[in-house]
């Protein structure tokens, strides 16, 4: 058998018989299909035995355990050598198995085909969006040079041969719970991109979604998606930066009336809700019923991606990001890089009264994984550079009070001197030598990496990338350190190269000194810190800390109000 087309199916008995029993037509005969009745109760097993097809056709039952179970469940039973997945709105034309066996032929390991509207589908603004996007999409996919990105690897329509698929261990079933299979798709399609799988598009592969989706469903959909997001980033936190960037409100109207429900119970806007669902089920389509119906999206995909942050949440943490523990007002190009020891012990007694809790990296790295909540208040103190006053001055600090911390140490100047910050009237500053970094780690401190010259990364060619972040890392090692597990871009530049480097290279996570809170969800590899500067007072310091998720515009602004740099 060449094909074995998979068709879950949940309460649909009349319109999955239907896209059945169109598969007859099919040009290409050597197939079978395989439908997965999930649970339904509506007499659809029966319906579909009941048919009279030329083809084999295998009807299995489960219990109700969602559409990504039961497309696991159906490609198991399968025969085919190519997986061909189906959803139970979609129509196939004739040609469609012959234009995905031409693509497969053609070396590619999963096709994508076309799915417009079916001009059946009932006329609304739903069906409407639906046949622009698929329309868009096409033409998109279709362009030269086109690249197929995650959002394309929908299963609606869907080959990839059996080799391929038993290769990424199928659909992750944990999506079926609590309305996560949206992210199913997204997460299937990014393990078969990591594994270097051949994706091709093929607009000659057909099939007409027939789209009949009530307003308020489509609604609930789009809350499910927000939560789904937010697991796919839970997964697979290094694609956080482009997940985490769903809907939005694109004006300030929006933005001020339907923003705030986003945390308020669902109940408040339901007036709202009912009124648009009614409207658009009695056909209206105006640009404006438009607008509001998609600003009612963006607020159940967000009030969605809240709860599920909520719900999984292990709390918030504070990275603080000092450098030399030094006096250096007199180095005009330094002094603001130098905190004396006298002035770390006032600003860590004053946090631990405002009720911090210090936490070292273990923690904060668990609470990132979803393992272990953090408590309450908790702030993580890290060093750049790896002055050698660390170890003389801020390690009694630090040991004294209990607090652990991180320090990174830039691995091609250890035991020399801050050299890249060599300009008229820069000071020159010893840094730790093997010896003392690991005198370091005995008082508590771990050692990460600050790459390996302290270039700013983003401009670094490509072919030397590796070797200041990988190269760092096994440069720190051979001193008799532990393999450094986190990374902190020198300068606090970073790209999205970058940040992919430093995840190849093996990296728990990478810090910038861009401002924020660290929480479960974040970008890994982008993580915030609140840099101390020696101008900060204690009451520049609490204000750093209160507009740590301010814009940039306004926070600085503040700041510079009170003489501190942002």
């Known amino acids: 058998m060449r094909f074995s087309i998979v068709i879950p199916t949940f309460q649909r008995r009349d319109l999955v018989a239907r896209i059945v029993a169109a598969l007859d037509r099919q040009q290409y005969r050597d197939f079978e299909v395989v439908v997965v009745v999930d649970g339904s109760t509506d007499g659809t097993a029966a319906a579909l035995r009941a048919l009279d097809v030329a083809f084999p056709l295998q009807v299995l039952e489960q219990p109700n355990r969602g559409n990504v179970a039961a497309r696991n469940a159906g490609a198991a039973a399968a025969g085919g050598e190519v997986l061909l997945f189906l959803d139970d709105d979609m129509e196939a034309d004739p040609a469609l198995l012959a234009e ?33 996007w698929a329309n868009a999409r096409r033409e998109r996919l279709s362009a030269d040079g086109a690249e197929i990105g995650l959002e394309d690897l929908l299963t609606g329509q869907m080959s990839i041969s059996r080799a391929a698929y038993e290769r990424t261990g199928g659909f992750d079933a944990s999506f079926t ?8 798709d997204i997460d299937f399609g990014y393990r078969v991109m990591k594994m270097g799988l051949r994706v091709a598009f093929n607009p000659a592969a057909i099939s007409y979604q027939y789209y009949d989706v009530d307003p308020a469903d489509f609604l609930r959909r789009s809350c499910d998606a927000g939560r789904s997001d937010q697991a796919l980033i839970l997964k697979h936190p290094e694609q956080a930066e482009r997940l985490g960037h769903g809907p939005d409100f694109h004006t300030r109207r929006s933005r001020w009336t339907l923003g705030p429900l986003v945390a308020a119970p669902r109940a408040m806007s339901w007036p709202l809700r009912a009124l648009v669902v009614a409207l658009v089920r009695s056909g209206h389509r105006g640009e404006r019923l438009r607008k509001l119906l998609f600003a009612l999206r963006t607020l159940e995909y967000q009030r969605g991606a809240r709860h599920f942050r909520r719900a999984r949440s292990t709390g918030q943490a504070v990275v603080l990001a000092y450098h030399a523990i030094a006096d250096l007002r007199h180095d005009d190009a330094l002094r603001e890089y130098g905190v004396p020891a006298e002035r770390l012990a006032g600003q860590l007694d004053a946090l631990a009264r405002q009720g911090w809790t210090f936490i070292d990296l273990d923690s904060l790295l668990a609470a990132l994984a979803g393992e272990r909540p953090l408590p309450p208040r908790a702030m993580l103190v890290t060093f750049d550079d790896a002055y050698a006053n660390l170890l003389d001055e801020g390690c009694p600090v630090l040991a004294e009070r209990g607090i652990p911390a991180v320090v990174f140490a830039v691995a091609g100047h250890v035991g020399g001197t801050n050299e890249w910050r060599r300009h008229p009237g820069a000071g020159e500053l010893a840094l730790l030598d093997a010896e003392r970094l690991r005198a370091v780690a ?25 070797g200041e972040l990988r190269g760092s890392a096994g440069a720190l090692e051979a001193l008799g350190l532990p393999r450094p597990r986190v990374l902190a871009y020198p300068y606090g530049e970073w790209s999205a190269e970058v940040a992919a480097g430093a995840r190849s290279a093996g990296y ?59």
């Open 100 to 132: 995905h066996d031409s693509s497969q032929r053609d070396g590619a390991d999963l096709v994508l085909g076309d799915l417009p509207l079916h001009p059946d589908s009932p006329p609304n603004l739903l069906s409407w969006g639906v046949g622009f």
């Open 177 to 184: 719970r609590d309305g996560l299979s949206p992210g199913a």
């Open 442 to 466: 005995t008082h508590g401190v771990e050692v990460g990496s600050h790459a390996m010259t302290h270039r700013s990364l983003p401009s670094v060619p490509p072919e030397e990338l590796d």
């Open 508 to 566: 728990a996570a990478a810090f910038t000194v861009r401002p924020g809170i660290v929480e479960l969800g974040a970008d890994r590899y982008a993580l915030p810190r609140i840099e101390i500067l020696a101008s900060d007072t204690l009451r520049a310091l609490r204000v750093k800390l209160a507009t740590a998720r301010w814009s940039d515009r306004w926070r600085r602004r503040l700041l510079r109000m009170l003489g501190t740099r942002p």
